[in-house]
């Protein structure tokens, strides 16, 4: 273990509603560094920045997430110039960066410039860079380290490839539902293709009004697909899982890296189709859960190669969750933690 009250900051320390997010990485990643003896507040502060401000400089290391969005943010600007000044200032105090990258770049073009040039100096400051996929336009460089997206799957979670039934529903999308995720893109493919008439397409997830309305012109009228605007628990996924053939990734590859559903879905131990891109390209060629295309078109030949094959091996599922466990991201950085403290463990 490392020093006894060794603290770490973790960056946005709010809570999921004030995200306005159902994703619990923030949780899972402070729950995984109290149990490897790393100390993080459990209470959620009222604004990010504020409490980034008060706190980071006073902390043994600042873990950072999702800082390309600060710019678009409210005060976006000033609070960008501030952070700017603060990136030396925990150099000054001796405090370790570490960056959780999880995009390549914002997925708003909002003050997109300014994003840049915040991410090009949080990369040259920080003593550490995790990112969940690798990415191909930004060469790695010693100090980042690539880490699959952890999870907090557990073997009874993965549903076992023994139903007899025949899936009812040939591409499921499921998880929140952003422009990102390219699932317009893929509906207006769909509407201009023959091929996929006959296709069972299900996606569901919480979408914004504006969003919303315009994926709707392209569903209206059409039998074989069901969009839905809720979140899904986990009880209801995994019938979905059950009744579907294939999940489905629309993902624009020009900004993702990683994702979270990913990881999540091989819950349902059924085949993957994604962009080759990523934390999916990775997968794929470590794994045979993953089969990638680089447009839509190559979607429906994958269909047919795998139509009676779209099971995953269960084993092999559940020996990649438990080697790549929220525990286990942990125990990496607090790894990084001791390197930079140059402590070797102490005896309890």
């Known amino acids: 273990m490392v020093k006894k009250n060794y603290s770490v900051y973790v960056?946005?320390?709010?809570?999921?509603?004030?995200?306005?997010?159902?994703?619990?990485?923030?949780?899972?990643?402070?729950?995984?560094?109290?149990?490897?003896?790393?100390?993080?507040?459990?209470?959620?502060?009222?604004?990010?920045?504020?409490?980034?401000?008060?706190?980071g400089w006073r902390s043994d290391m600042v873990i950072f997430n999702w800082i390309e969005d600060l710019p678009a943010r409210k005060m976006g600007l000033l609070q960008t110039m501030v952070f700017l000044l603060y990136i030396p200032w925990l150099k000054i105090y001796g405090v370790s960066i570490l960056w959780i990258k999880h995009n390549k770049i914002s997925h708003s073009r909002e003050r997109f410039a300014l994003k840049k040039i915040l991410c090009r100096i949080l990369a040259r400051a920080a003593d550490h860079i995790i990112v969940h996929g690798r990415d191909a336009d930004n060469p790695a460089t010693d100090k980042m380290i690539v880490l699959p997206h952890p999870n907090n799957i557990?073997?009874?979670?993965?549903?076992?490839?023994?139903?007899?039934?025949?899936?009812?529903?040939?591409?499921?999308?499921?998880?929140?539902?952003?422009?990102?995720?390219?699932?317009?893109?893929?509906?207006?493919?769909?509407?201009?293709?023959?091929?996929?008439?006959?296709?069972?397409?299900?996606?569901?997830?919480?979408?914004?009004n504006d969003y919303w309305n315009e994926l709707l012109p392209y569903v209206r009228d059409k039998a074989n697909i069901t969009l839905e605007n809720k979140y899904v628990d986990q009880d209801d996924l995994n019938k979905l899982f059950r009744q579907s053939r294939f999940i489905l990734f629309t993902y624009r590859k020009t900004s993702v890296i990683s994702s979270g559903v990913l990881m999540d879905s091989l819950v349902a131990c059924k085949k993957i189709i994604a962009p080759d891109c990523g934390a999916f390209a990775d997968m794929s060629r470590q794994h045979p859960f993953v089969y990638l295309f680089n447009d839509f078109s190559e979607i429906i030949d994958l269909y047919h190669k795998n139509y009676k094959n779209y099971n995953l091996d269960y084993a092999q599922v559940n020996e990649f969750v438990a080697r790549n466990s929220w525990y286990n991201m942990g125990k990496k950085i607090q790894e990084l933690a001791l390197g930079d403290l140059f402590l070797t463990p102490s005896a309890d």
């Open 11 to 55: 960056y946005p320390n709010i809570s999921r509603d004030a995200m306005g997010s159902k994703n619990p990485y923030i949780e899972h990643l402070k729950d995984s560094l109290n149990a490897n003896g790393l100390a993080t507040t459990r209470s959620h502060a009222r604004n990010a920045f504020r409490d980034l401000i008060f706190k």
């Open 154 to 208: 557990e073997a009874t979670d993965i549903l076992k490839p023994d139903l007899p039934d025949e899936p009812i529903i040939d591409f499921l999308i499921w998880g929140s539902l952003f422009p990102y995720k390219g699932v317009l893109e893929f509906l207006q493919y769909v509407d201009q293709n023959p091929g996929f008439r006959d296709k069972r397409i299900h996606i569901v997830g919480k979408c914004s």
